[in-house]
Nanobody
Framework: QVQLMESGGGLQQAGESLRLSCAASGEIFKLHTMGWYRQLPGKQRELVATIVSTGTTHYGDDVKGRFTISRDNAEKTATLQMNSLKPEDTGVYYC??????????????WGQGTQVTVSS
Protein backbone atom coordinates (compact mmCIF):
# COMPACT_ATOMS: atom_id res chain seq x y z
CA GLN A 1 0.00 0.00 0.00
CA VAL A 2 1.19 3.51 -0.84
CA GLN A 3 0.30 6.79 0.82
CA LEU A 4 1.00 10.41 -0.02
CA MET A 5 0.85 12.70 2.99
CA GLU A 6 0.64 16.44 2.39
CA SER A 7 1.46 19.18 4.85
CA GLY A 8 1.57 22.96 4.73
CA GLY A 9 -0.97 25.23 3.19
CA GLY A 10 -3.38 27.42 5.10
CA LEU A 11 -4.19 31.11 4.97
CA GLN A 12 -1.74 33.69 3.70
CA GLN A 13 -1.85 37.27 2.46
CA ALA A 14 -1.26 38.19 -1.15
CA GLY A 15 2.40 38.72 -1.93
CA GLU A 16 3.53 36.36 0.81
CA SER A 17 4.80 32.77 0.65
CA LEU A 18 3.69 29.28 1.59
CA ARG A 19 5.39 25.90 1.39
CA LEU A 20 3.68 22.59 0.71
CA SER A 21 5.32 19.26 1.39
CA CYS A 22 4.41 15.77 0.26
CA ALA A 23 5.84 12.57 1.71
CA ALA A 24 5.42 9.21 0.01
CA SER A 25 5.44 6.03 2.08
CA GLY A 26 4.63 2.36 1.79
CA GLU A 27 5.66 -0.37 -0.61
CA ILE A 28 7.59 1.86 -2.99
CA PHE A 29 10.07 0.23 -5.32
CA LYS A 30 10.59 3.30 -7.47
CA LEU A 31 9.28 6.85 -7.27
CA HIS A 32 8.95 8.38 -10.72
CA THR A 33 7.42 11.78 -11.46
CA MET A 34 6.11 13.76 -8.49
CA GLY A 35 3.94 16.78 -8.85
CA TRP A 36 1.39 19.21 -7.54
CA TYR A 37 -2.00 19.91 -9.01
CA ARG A 38 -4.69 22.27 -7.82
CA GLN A 39 -8.39 22.70 -8.09
CA LEU A 40 -9.50 26.29 -8.03
CA PRO A 41 -13.12 27.13 -7.11
CA GLY A 42 -15.45 26.22 -9.93
CA LYS A 43 -12.66 24.86 -12.12
CA GLN A 44 -11.19 21.51 -13.05
CA ARG A 45 -7.99 20.20 -11.52
CA GLU A 46 -4.94 21.69 -13.23
CA LEU A 47 -1.20 21.19 -13.29
CA VAL A 48 0.90 23.31 -10.97
CA ALA A 49 4.32 21.69 -11.28
CA THR A 50 6.02 18.35 -11.82
CA ILE A 51 9.52 17.04 -11.23
CA VAL A 52 11.07 13.82 -12.47
CA SER A 53 13.58 11.77 -10.54
CA THR A 54 16.52 13.42 -12.30
CA GLY A 55 15.27 16.87 -11.29
CA THR A 56 13.80 18.20 -14.52
CA THR A 57 10.82 20.40 -13.74
CA HIS A 58 7.73 21.59 -15.55
CA TYR A 59 5.37 24.36 -14.48
CA GLY A 60 1.91 25.53 -15.32
CA ASP A 61 1.85 28.92 -17.03
CA ASP A 62 0.08 30.64 -14.13
CA VAL A 63 2.81 29.82 -11.61
CA LYS A 64 6.01 30.11 -13.64
CA GLY A 65 8.51 32.36 -11.93
CA ARG A 66 6.61 32.29 -8.63
CA PHE A 67 6.50 28.63 -7.58
CA THR A 68 9.39 26.20 -7.28
CA ILE A 69 9.13 22.44 -7.00
CA SER A 70 11.90 20.30 -5.55
CA ARG A 71 12.29 16.74 -4.33
CA ASP A 72 14.43 14.61 -2.08
CA ASN A 73 14.69 11.14 -3.58
CA ALA A 74 16.18 9.61 -0.46
CA GLU A 75 13.39 10.94 1.75
CA LYS A 76 10.72 10.36 -0.91
CA THR A 77 9.41 13.90 -0.53
CA ALA A 78 8.43 16.73 -2.83
CA THR A 79 8.15 20.37 -1.83
CA LEU A 80 6.34 23.24 -3.49
CA GLN A 81 7.61 26.68 -2.54
CA MET A 82 4.97 29.25 -3.43
CA ASN A 83 6.10 32.88 -3.53
CA SER A 84 4.31 36.08 -4.53
CA LEU A 85 0.96 34.46 -3.82
CA LYS A 86 -2.14 35.87 -5.47
CA PRO A 87 -5.79 35.57 -4.43
CA GLU A 88 -6.36 33.55 -7.61
CA ASP A 89 -4.02 30.88 -6.25
CA THR A 90 -6.72 30.00 -3.72
CA GLY A 91 -7.80 26.39 -4.01
CA VAL A 92 -7.11 22.81 -2.98
CA TYR A 93 -3.64 21.56 -3.78
CA TYR A 94 -3.00 17.87 -4.41
CA CYS A 95 0.23 15.93 -4.40
CA UNK A 96 0.62 13.34 -7.16
CA UNK A 97 3.21 10.65 -7.71
CA UNK A 98 3.79 7.89 -10.21
CA UNK A 99 5.05 4.92 -8.26
CA UNK A 100 6.16 1.40 -9.02
CA UNK A 101 5.44 -0.87 -6.07
CA UNK A 102 7.29 -4.01 -5.03
CA UNK A 103 4.61 -5.99 -6.84
CA UNK A 104 5.89 -4.40 -10.07
CA UNK A 105 2.80 -2.33 -10.60
CA UNK A 106 3.06 1.31 -11.70
CA UNK A 107 0.17 3.61 -10.82
CA UNK A 108 -0.74 7.21 -10.15
CA UNK A 109 -1.29 8.09 -6.50
CA TRP A 110 -2.89 11.19 -5.00
CA GLY A 111 -2.79 12.89 -1.63
CA GLN A 112 -5.93 13.96 0.16
CA GLY A 113 -5.48 17.62 -0.76
CA THR A 114 -4.61 20.67 1.28
CA GLN A 115 -6.39 24.02 1.22
CA VAL A 116 -4.49 27.15 0.26
CA THR A 117 -6.29 30.45 0.78
CA VAL A 118 -4.77 33.76 -0.26
CA SER A 119 -6.41 36.93 0.99
CA SER A 120 -6.15 40.24 -0.83
Amino acid sequence: QVQLMESGGGLQQAGESLRLSCAASGEIFKLHTMGWYRQLPGKQRELVATIVSTGTTHYGDDVKGRFTISRDNAEKTATLQMNSLKPEDTGVYYCNAQITTYSARTSDYWGQGTQVTVSS
